[in-house]
């Protein structure tokens, strides 16, 4: 059934790795109570099961906006925290999903939301990742690229020496390769006059290179038995719901590439929605709207900014989403 444009289910939409970086939401921590003690909560569990304080890595003295944020360690859980903070502090002022979208590790956050697993367990899972990563693969990384990803087809190094680790819409693809291939991999895309960005990764993920991590992810993973969602949740690799009968789903978001664009178009198959970006860079809803087409009853809305003015925005959204209905 289609929905009419004033009564648009809305959609929580989460990022993965890529979208952090330091200092993030740090307007909202000093002047907003529950998202600071989400981010408090989280990082009490933290210092107590992994001896580091997530918090001190990206609001710390040291931490200045404009350096990347890129030890994995403290990146994949501050992501979660960040993300799952500004969900709850959305809920207190109202506002409820009727479905949810994750990207890569944006599928924990929408997951834990939902109830599919817990907080806790989802936080320790995501902290814990970095390790196994680490023990098993070798160095790698990823690209965003500004351009159709049918160029990789196209280039006989790029398809020899990477893979595509996701395709967000018609012009935004990321490319996934090995240490040792990023710098040729960057130097064909300058040659094809193509706007690139390497991403604060250390590993290839959604491609081959992850692979060697697989059977020690699945055995971390096989003591978290997910439960049924409050609300459903999208997955950004299958375009469908997550199903929680489906014992190998924590490792295939790691594994599988990232299909934003599918995604978006299911949703928009079913009727569309009010896509609510709670990533920390805003990027999801840019994504979201290279997807939809001119007729779409569609809208997005972001939070979040790299440049401040989250306070703002977050009454400007909250009044916006409000009269949705």
């Known amino acids: 059934m289609k929905e009419t444009a004033d009564r648009l289910p809305l959609i929580f939409c989460f990022a993965g790795q890529g979208s952090q970086y330091h200092q993030m939401g740090a307007d909202l921590y000093a002047e907003e109570p529950v998202f600071r003690h989400w981010l408090q909560t989280g990082d009490r569990l933290l210092r107590?099961?992994?001896?580091?304080?997530?918090?001190?890595?990206?609001?710390?003295?040291e931490c200045r906006p404009g350096e990347p944020f890129d030890r994995l360690e403290a990146s994949h859980p501050a992501l979660f925290l960040v993300q799952y903070a500004l969900a709850k502090l959305v809920q207190h002022h109202g506002l409820r999903p009727d479905q949810l979208l994750g990207i890569s590790l944006g599928e924990f956050t929408a997951m834990s939301l939902a109830g599919?697993?817990?907080?806790?367990?989802?936080?320790?899972?995501?902290?814990?990742q970095p390790a196994l990563y680490r023990q098993?693969?070798?160095?790698?990384?990823?690209?965003?690229?500004?351009?159709?990803?049918?160029?990789?087809?196209?280039s006989e190094l790029l398809s020899r020496s990477s893979e595509i680790a996701g395709v967000s819409a018609e012009e935004h693809f990321v490319l996934a390769a090995p240490a040792s291939a990023l710098p040729s991999v960057e130097a064909e895309l300058r040659a094809r006059g193509l706007v690139h960005q390497r991403l604060p990764v250390p590993f290839a993920f959604h491609s081959r290179w992850i692979e060697p991590a697989g059977e020690v992810c699945k055995k971390a993973f096989s003591q978290y038995r997910l439960q049924s969602p409050y609300w459903p949740c999208w997955s950004s690799r299958g375009a469908g719901f997550v199903d929680p009968a489906d014992a190998d789903v924590l490792w295939r978001i790691v594994r599988e590439p990232m299909n934003l664009r599918t995604t978006v178009e299911a949703v928009e198959a079913r009727g569309g929605g009010l896509y609510l970006d709670l990533s920390p860079a805003g990027s999801v809803s840019a994504l979201v709207r290279q997807v939809l087409s001119p007729q779409s009853p569609s809208r997005t809305l972001a939070v979040m900014s790299p440049f401040g003015g989250n306070v703002t925005r977050l009454r400007t959204v909250l009044a916006a989403a409000a009269e949705r209905h």
Request: with cysteine; glycine share 16%; hydrophobic share 40%.
């Open 136 to 154: 098993s693969c070798e160095p790698g990384g990823m690209v965003a690229v500004l351009g159709s990803a049918m160029v990789y087809g196209q």
């Open 48 to 61: 107590d099961s992994h001896g580091f304080s997530v918090l001190d890595s990206f609001y710390g003295p």
């Open 116 to 128: 599919m697993l817990s907080f806790e367990r989802a936080l320790s899972g995501v902290a814990t």
